[in-house]
């Protein structure tokens, strides 16, 4: 403690002249008391500014974890409720309503770093008869995942992780940015300025590189722009002109993105281009695709769509494309549930293997997750996945064992 501040000098001479009024006869334990009190306020008065600004409790600092997070989730049936906010509540409080993100790990008891230092963090609950298996759930309470954008209208936040579950980008309730996080190192870093409601309303996508040394945010509104995050510098470019990106390849030498971003609905002359750029924005192809064209292959070398046949009875397809320039490689069949479903792309696991989700079109029916090879067209479910139907997620390393 500084005992030259200006506020240590004041509260001495207070002290001084509460001891000289407390020697008058049979005040002795009120003048006592009321010392104490003062000097418990003093205290944390003092504790609290020592850096010119108030700090409520010392921010979260986590250290290194091995295991590779499977999934981030979020339940279907939420604790949070949507509330409305009035004049009284600070900024944070209004904009951030929920922190329900859930990361699923699985580990080996005792084996690699698991200091996370969140409370209730990692608790062994085997899921197989090797009693050293371990599966934990911790709620990562930093991580918003619903914000209030105004007083009637709230949106989801998203939270993403690398195949190898090793590295995370979400945004912060303390830093109220987006921030990348290397759960290895046990570092986390700024990825994007502080950001408020209207930026969050303008955020369109938010991509890690498969590396996880590079990270994006995207936004659209009046000025488009890219920010890309180099993890190892901590040094962030800004490319205007892009509100959304579909896609990293490794150390993000290949960034697949659009110039405009439209609601549904809404025409835009540029709305179905899909540019090939790469980190430092020199574009290398350009051409004109569908609203469901997504997801960058970690090679950079293509993109998918998710087509379904119009009709009763209708087939779903996985089209693969040239990324630079569109050209079909190859259309495969999806036969995923055993009766007809909806199919939504969920990313790559490796450069052979997507991931798709797959639900029967009536409540109720059928669901799960499928890894679709996109050399031969041959699925397999992915089992160890213990998602419902329901859950918002966000996929990490899905496989628990190969």
Same mark, same amino acid.
């Given at each position: 403690?500084?005992?030259?501040?200006?506020?240590?000098?004041?509260?001495?001479?207070?002290?001084?002249?509460?001891?000289?009024?407390?020697?008058?006869?049979?005040?002795?334990?009120?003048?006592?008391?009321?010392?104490?009190?003062?000097?418990?306020?003093?205290?944390?008065?003092?504790?609290?500014?020592?850096?010119?600004?108030?700090?409520?409790?010392?921010?979260?600092?986590?250290?290194?974890?091995?295991?590779?997070?499977?999934?981030?989730?979020?339940?279907?049936?939420?604790?949070?409720?949507?509330?409305?906010?009035?004049?009284?509540?600070?900024?944070?409080?209004?904009?951030?309503?929920?922190?329900?993100?859930?990361?699923?790990?699985?580990?080996?008891?005792?084996?690699?770093?698991?200091?996370?230092?969140?409370?209730?963090?990692?608790?062994?609950?085997?899921?197989?008869?090797?009693?050293?298996?371990?599966?934990?759930?911790?709620?990562?309470?930093?991580?918003?995942?619903?914000?209030?954008?105004?007083?009637?209208?709230?949106?989801?936040?998203?939270?993403?992780?690398?195949?190898?579950?090793?590295?995370?980008?979400?945004?912060?309730?303390?830093?109220?940015?987006?921030?990348?996080?290397?759960?290895?190192?046990?570092?986390?870093?700024?990825?994007?300025?502080?950001?408020?409601?209207?930026?969050?309303?303008?955020?369109?996508?938010?991509?890690?590189?498969?590396?996880?040394?590079?990270?994006?945010?995207?936004?659209?509104?009046?000025?488009?722009?890219?920010?890309?995050?180099?993890?190892?510098?901590?040094?962030?470019?800004?490319?205007?002109?892009?509100?959304?990106?579909?896609?990293?390849?490794?150390?993000?030498?290949?960034?697949?993105?659009?110039?405009?971003?439209?609601?549904?609905?809404?025409?835009?002359?540029?709305?179905?281009?899909?540019?090939?750029?790469?980190?430092?924005? %020199? *574009?290398?192809? !350009?051409? /004109?695709? =569908?609203?469901? &064209?997504?997801? +960058?292959?970690?090679?950079?070398?293509?993109?998918?769509?998710?087509?379904?046949?119009?009709?009763?009875?209708?087939?779903?397809? %996985? *089209?693969?494309? !040239?990324? /630079?320039? =569109?050209?079909? &490689?190859?259309? +495969?069949?999806?036969?995923?549930?055993?009766?007809?479903?909806?199919?939504?792309?969920?990313?790559?696991?490796?450069?052979?293997?997507?991931?798709?989700?797959?639900?029967?079109?009536?409540?109720?029916?059928?669901?799960?997750?499928?890894?679709?090879?996109?050399?031969?067209?041959?699925?397999?479910?992915?089992?160890?996945?213990?998602?419902?139907?329901?859950?918002?997620?966000?996929?990490?390393?899905?496989?628990?064992?190969?």
């Amino acid at each position: 403690m500084n005992r030259t501040s200006s506020g240590w000098v004041e509260g001495r001479r207070f002290l001084l002249e509460v001891k000289r009024r407390s020697a008058r006869p049979g005040s002795l334990r009120r003048t006592g008391l009321f010392i104490l009190l003062v000097f418990v306020i003093g205290v944390g008065f003092l504790y609290f500014n020592r850096h010119g600004e108030s700090k409520a409790i010392p921010e979260w600092q986590p250290g290194p974890f091995d295991p590779p997070v499977q999934y981030a989730s979020i339940p279907e049936v939420s604790d949070c409720r949507d509330r409305l906010t009035d004049a009284t509540e600070d900024t944070k409080a209004k904009l951030v309503l929920c922190s329900e993100w859930t990361l699923h790990v699985n580990y080996k008891k005792g084996q690699g770093r698991q200091e996370l230092d969140l409370p209730y963090g990692m608790g062994c609950a085997g899921f197989k008869n090797d009693e050293d298996d371990c599966s934990s759930d911790i709620q990562l309470f930093d991580a918003a995942s619903k914000v209030q954008i105004d007083g009637s209208y709230r949106q989801g936040v998203p939270l993403r992780i690398t195949p190898d579950g090793h590295f995370i980008s979400y945004f912060s309730k303390s830093w109220m940015r987006y921030v990348g996080w290397d759960l290895r190192a046990g570092q986390r870093k700024a990825i994007s300025p502080r950001l408020d409601a209207k930026a969050l309303n303008d955020l369109q996508s938010v991509n890690i590189s498969p590396d996880g040394r590079f990270f994006t945010v995207a936004f659209s509104g009046a000025q488009p722009r890219l920010l890309v995050t180099d993890f190892t510098t901590g040094q962030t470019s800004t490319l205007p002109g892009f509100c959304r990106v579909l896609g990293l390849s490794q150390a993000a030498a290949v960034i697949a993105a659009k110039r405009a971003c439209t609601d549904i609905g809404e025409d835009e002359p540029n709305g179905d281009t899909i540019t090939i750029l790469n980190r430092q924005g %020199l *574009v290398t192809g !350009e051409w /004109k695709g =569908g609203d469901s &064209v997504d997801d +960058l292959s970690p090679d950079g070398r293509l993109l998918v769509e998710v087509l379904a046949s119009v009709g009763e009875g209708g087939k779903e397809h %996985l *089209v693969i494309r !040239e990324a /630079k320039t =569109g050209k079909v &490689v190859r259309t +495969l069949t999806l036969r995923l549930l055993s009766e007809p479903s909806d199919a939504i792309g969920y990313g790559w696991i490796d450069n052979d293997e997507y991931i798709l989700q797959a639900e029967t079109p009536e409540p109720g029916g059928s669901f799960g997750y499928y890894g679709v090879n996109i050399r031969t067209g041959k699925s397999v479910r992915i089992r160890d996945l213990a998602l419902s139907l329901g859950e918002k997620a966000s996929l990490g390393k899905v496989r628990i064992k190969n």
